[in-house]
């Protein structure tokens, strides 16, 4: 079932565990997605940002999907426009159905982000829709952004953020970064830091850059706050992997089976990752009789 996303975190955020958010870009990634969040009992939350459907995954296509599939499922699954920036893209996303939306000013001036964020926040709320913001900037791996304490979220802006722009869920900067980081390197993240954010906002927090962040890093990130966690690079990875295995091993493979491997290896991913955040067994469910949260 498609459901709200703030109602969702603030589960996760009074019982203390994650949700993963993943980005989908075709049936492949949206079944192993729906599959795993089934096979965990976990809620879920489907990332769509505005490069991938102009790039691929139209929305005309892609969101019927996702909704048919969602109300067959016996789990919450949110829908969130990732990173929209453009206020065309978050209007576009509203008029398609989608349940959140992730308003990323974050490479703006403060004030600027303030101001664009507020206004986005009031369409989204007036239209039915959850919002989170950024504050701070996620940058990517491939250039080191994450590693500058330049980018970090800082907590008397973020109070004053949260405040006048009336956001659900913020997504802060602590030292991770999207993409993929160089071989055998962790970031280094600055718990101190998040724990003050989550004393001062008392809210749900967001991760982004949850791909190659270290498994200690993000189960620490979780029990200091953090309550839901992007990832996408280290997904679409593990599914590009399996078809390449695959295809090595039978070159004559049926491009149908080739898919359906991709999709498994993404669901096995998932799942794991879902029982390091603490998502599994968190929605309970008999047969096809849905239950609220716990």
């Known amino acids: 079932m498609l459901v709200s996303m703030k109602e969702m975190l603030h589960h996760a955020d009074k019982n203390n565990y994650a949700i993963m958010a993943i980005n989908c870009c075709n049936m492949e990634c949206a079944k192993a997605i729906i599959g795993a969040a089934e096979t965990e009992c976990s809620p879920v939350i489907i990332n769509i940002s505005p490069r991938q459907w102009k790039s691929h995954a139209s929305l005309d296509a892609t969101v019927p999907m996702i909704n048919n599939m969602a109300q067959k499922s016996s789990v919450p699954i949110a829908l969130n426009l990732d990173h929209g920036q453009e206020y065309n893209d978050v209007v576009e996303a509203i008029q398609h159905g ?32 959850s919002i989170e913001a950024e504050l701070g900037h996620v940058g990517q791996a491939s250039a080191g952004d994450g590693v500058s304490n330049d980018f970090y979220t800082h907590v008397d802006q973020a109070v004053e953020f949260v405040k006048q722009t009336h ?72 599914g590009r992997e399996r078809m390449k295995t695959s295809l090595e091993e039978n070159p004559h493979i049926d491009l149908m089976d080739l ?30 009789v849905k239950k609220e949260f716990d």
Do not use: W
């Open 98 to 129: 989608f349940t959140n939306i992730m308003f990323d000013g974050s490479a703006l001036p403060y004030q600027e982000n303030l101001e664009r964020t507020a206004l986005i926040s009031d369409l989204a709320h007036a239209s039915g829709c």
């Open 167 to 238: 956001v659900d869920a913020l997504a802060v900067a602590i030292g991770t970064a999207h993409g993929q980081y160089p071989q055998g390197y962790v970031p280094h993240l600055d718990f101190q830091r998040l724990k003050e954010l989550k004393t001062a906002l008392q809210m749900p927090l967001v991760l982004h850059g949850g791909s190659g962040a270290g498994q200690k890093n993000i189960q620490k990130a979780v029990a200091l706050g953090i309550n839901k966690i992007n990832v996408c690079t280290d997904v679409f990875a593990v």
């Open 259 to 288: 898919c359906h491997e991709a999709e498994m290896a993404m669901k096995e991913y998932i799942c794991s990752y879902m029982q390091m955040i603490g998502s599994s067994q968190r929605y309970c469910y008999c047969t096809s």
